[in-house]
């Protein structure tokens, strides 16, 4: 576990190529605000940020609020700026919910391991937001009618009214479902945040090529450049619910795909059996924040 760990801090050193933390909070967090819109350079969050100091301020007022209460664990010293760089961007989950994520297949409760853990990254991901930020919680397969971004407390009764069936046209429906109405219907000048798209999922693709999910991201890069935004405006964090061999294979050939290795990464250790090891609510959120 401590190797998975130490790996995963680097992935996300990766993600966000960062050179300090956003905001120096905690013990500094009243004069922080000043100079924390020089803590991102030569990213591309910079570019959606440096004339917008109102939203760095708004989410450093929340950092603070919630400093001496129960939601604390995630201004903690040496968490908080990989939270922080996680709200910095727009979060869409984007899950699974073919057939094979039914509970009791393979002897895997998959369903619910990732309905918690889609609580728990919506929780961490939301905490310092500044009032009217939600999230965006999209499904392979299934619509939500509720197509704005969502509030912490929404998010649990839609989770509840799904249950798993169909397929996993998880590229085609990457395109149709998260990139043309989030990043291209916006362009060239609509689009306010950098995204992260965390992706969850327990297999291969199917109905649809092999290829098209690795296509939809690498189309996405080429369409933010053309637009003249950088590549790295839309990350994916990919992760594994489940021990699927066929789902093992389709994402070790993702980490290995030049083409979109710039702003693709996937986790090494499956999601559910990092989850599953933490038991406080303090050491969950440092597992969340750092995936």
């Keep these: 576990m401590k190797m998975f760990k130490i790996g995963l801090r680097l992935m996300v050193g990766n993600v966000f190529n960062v050179t300090g933390s956003v905001i120096g909070w905690l013990k500094r967090a009243s004069s922080s605000v000043s100079r924390g819109l020089n803590r991102v350079k030569r990213t591309a969050v910079e570019n959606f940020f440096k004339d917008r100091p109102d939203f760095i301020e708004k989410l450093a007022a929340k950092a603070a609020a919630i400093r001496d209460s129960e939601e604390r664990s995630i201004c ?56 009217g930020e939600g999230i965006y919680l999209r499904y392979i397969n299934k619509d939500i009618p509720e197509t704005y971004s969502l509030q912490l407390d ?42 992260l798209v965390t992706v969850i999922t327990d297999g291969a693709p199917t109905h649809e090529s092999r290829s ?72 969950l959120d440092r597992w969340v924040s750092i995936i």
């Design 76 to 131: 903690e010293e040496g968490l908080f700026g990989k939270t922080s760089q996680v709200t910095l961007h727009q979060q869409v989950l984007y899950c699974d919910d073919s057939g094979s994520m039914k509970d009791g297949r393979s002897g895997e409760n998959r369903w619910t391991a990732q309905n918690e853990l889609i609580n728990r990254i919506a929780c961490v991901s939301t905490r310092i937001l500044p009032e």
């Design 212 to 283: 098209a999910f690795a296509e939809a991201i690498a189309e996405c890069g080429n369409m933010l450049v053309k637009n003249g935004l950088p590549r790295e405006s839309v990350k994916f964090l990919i992760g594994q619910v489940g021990t699927a061999s066929a789902a093992t294979a389709f994402l070790q050939e993702l980490r290995k795909n030049p083409d979109i290795e710039d702003v693709v990464f996937v986790t090494k250790e499956n999601l559910d059996a990092g989850y599953a090891q933490w038991e406080r609510r303090a050491d």
């Design 154 to 195: 929404e998010i649990p009764n839609i989770i509840k009214s799904f249950q798993p069936s169909g397929y996993t046209a998880i590229g085609t429906n990457l395109r149709t479902k998260i990139l043309e109405p989030l990043v291209y219907h916006k362009l060239p000048n609509g689009l306010t945040r950098p995204l």
